[in-house]
């Protein structure tokens, strides 16, 4: 396995949009629609968390982040190895996080950093455990400058049954080289700039204040 295009930090269709930007609209109305999305993600170094926060801003919604029964290592090397032996055995690692009635949201948000060139392993559990027929899927990712690789090919494969829209990918961090949370500051701004104008592409306006 290339190391180097390995745990890059942290991850087209269109559709009509899932509410209409009303200059009328209530708190409560506002409240009730920012209810209708969930934002799930896992993240290692921050980088997906941070694209997850600016999603939430834009759009509203429940944040969600994936955590496993037993974490993965600390070291780099050993979540290397982990990691690596799970893909190549078609594990996937039992989740602490449940999301009940997920049935429920309009929109499923899927966040996930580059791991292998792969989905990880983790979001692969999530998406095994919550039956998301019906639901409208939207894939966003961090990586450390390799992309996506194929996971948004395999979040359409496991989501066979459920609108996946385009996807949103953007560069993070590199752990490998000691590049932990990149998307601060300044950066920061240019990715929020970038989920603005995808938000926009793929139909998702924002919510009113």
């Keep these: 396995m290339d190391r180097r295009r390995f745990l890059q930090a942290g991850l087209a269709a269109t559709a009509a949009p899932l509410w209409s930007h009303s200059t009328g609209e209530t708190s409560a109305q506002a409240e009730t629609r920012a209810k209708n999305v969930v934002i799930a993600y896992l993240t290692r170094t921050g980088n997906t968390k941070a694209v997850a926060e600016i999603i939430r801003q834009e759009v509203g919604g429940t944040m969600v982040r994936l955590e496993l029964e037993t974490p993965y290592p600390d070291d780099y090397e050993q979540i290397v190895s982990q990691v690596d032996r799970e893909n190549e055995q078609?594990?996937?690692?039992?989740?602490?996080?449940?999301?009940?009635?997920i049935g429920e949201y309009d929109a499923v948000f899927l966040g996930f950093p580059t791991w292998d060139m792969r989905l990880p392993p983790p979001m692969k559990s999530f998406l095994h455990d919550h039956d998301l027929r019906g639901?409208?899927?939207?894939?966003?990712?961090?990586?450390?400058?390799?992309?996506?690789?194929?996971?948004?090919?395999?979040?359409?494969?496991?989501?066979?049954?459920?609108?996946?829209?385009?996807?949103?990918?953007?560069?993070?961090?590199?752990?490998?080289?000691?590049?932990?949370?990149?998307?601060?500051?300044?950066?920061?701004?240019?990715?929020?700039?970038?989920?603005?104008?995808?938000?926009?592409?793929?139909?998702?306006?924002?919510?009113?204040?």
């Design 135 to 209: 639901t409208t899927v939207i894939p966003f990712n961090t990586n450390g400058g390799y992309g996506v690789g194929s996971s948004f090919r395999t979040v359409e494969a496991l989501c066979p049954e459920s609108t996946v829209l385009e996807g949103f990918s953007t560069r993070g961090g590199l752990e490998r080289d000691g590049i932990y949370l990149a998307i601060k500051g300044e950066r920061r701004n240019e990715v929020h700039a970038e989920v603005t104008r995808w938000l926009e592409r793929i139909q998702m306006t924002q919510p009113v204040d």
């Design 90 to 101: 078609g594990y996937v690692p039992p989740l602490k996080t449940k999301v009940d009635g």
